[in-house]
Structure formats: C-alpha cells, structure tokens
C-alpha cells in the first residue's frame, strides 16, 4: 500500500498524502455516482477496506466504505441499464470479484468467481437488447496452480452478480514458454 498523492494541473503540483494505504484507484463514470462538482467518485481501499471521494479526491473528502472481501487489486463498473439503473461497482480482490450497487457501501462476492481467484481486470462488451447492457468480461488468476495455467477469462451475462468460466490460457500453448526464474 502506499499514500495517495494528487495532482489538478496534469501533474505540473501535487497535493501529497490525500489517503493513506491505498491499493488500487479507480474513478467510475456512472452517473449516480458524481460528486457535488460533477466528477465521478473516486475509490481506493486499504487492506480489504473500500474507500471513497466524491470531492475529486481532496483531501479531507475521503471516506471509509464497506469490506471488499478480499485485498483489493483493481475495479471495474457495469453501466446503467434497464435491470441496473444506477450501475454496479466491481472489485478484483485476492478472494475473487465482489460487487456494489449502493456506491461500495456494501460489497457482496459474485457467484462462480470467488475463493481461490484473483480479479485482475475488467471489460464491458455493450449489447443492444441484453437486460444488463451487455456482457462483463473478467480476467482472473488461479491461485491454487502453477504459473502455466492460472490465467483465467470469465464471463458475465447477470451484470457482474454471476460468472461463468469461459478460457483458461495457458501461455505455452501460444508458443510462450514459462520466463525463468
């Protein structure tokens, strides 16, 4: 973990240490979710902890959110859409991937993608018609197998609350041998 700084002017002054411990940055998009100034909230977590600002992460403007389940390692969001209205939050975590649709106050683990998974990234796939907008996709690490094997692609057609898994890569089988170490 290390302190956030920040900066307002493409980096030519930063504001130093706005929060302490953070893991992972993230700023969403999703409407329900802009600050006083319009800015999208913006969340970081410390140990499993989730947090946010929705004061474009001044100082003084963060605040202490729900557990994540999980170490924090990135986020992602799925946008508005007629079964989510409001968006949901979602947090790759040392447990899997959790999920929030109340501005990370809560975060529930999403079914089919926890225990011994890492969420490592997210895509959104928009398609016209889908309940949710369209398709998440999620790159994730096995935990538990050898480096050859635990990278995983998952998919989601539920907005993130369900997983399915869909590929697990394995780097030699595209002529790329394992790095030595």
């Keep these: ?23 992972a940055l993230f700023q969403s998009s999703l409407p329900a979710l802009r600050g006083p100034g319009g800015h999208g909230a913006i969340f970081g977590a410390s140990g499993t902890r989730a947090y946010r600002s929705q004061g474009d992460g001044a100082e003084g403007t963060w605040e202490i959110l729900g557990v994540l389940g999980g170490i924090p390692v990135t986020y992602g969001e799925v946008p508005p859409s007629a079964a989510l209205p409001d968006g949901r939050l979602l947090a790759g975590v040392r447990n899997g991937i959790t999920t929030s649709d109340d501005g990370g106050e809560t975060w529930l683990p999403a079914e089919g993608a926890y225990g011994s998974l890492q969420g490592d990234s997210f895509a959104f796939l928009p398609v016209a018609g889908h309940p949710y907008g369209g398709a998440v996709l999620a790159g994730l690490e096995d935990l538990t197998v050898g480096r050859d094997s635990s990278a995983l692609l998952y998919r989601s057609e539920g907005g993130g609350a369900s997983w399915a898994r869909v590929l697990r890569f394995s780097p030699s089988a595209f002529g790329v041998g394992n790095l030595p170490t």
């Design 1 to 23: 973990p290390t302190n956030t700084d920040r900066t307002v002017d493409r980096g030519a002054t930063w504001e130093r240490n706005v929060n302490d411990g953070t893991r």
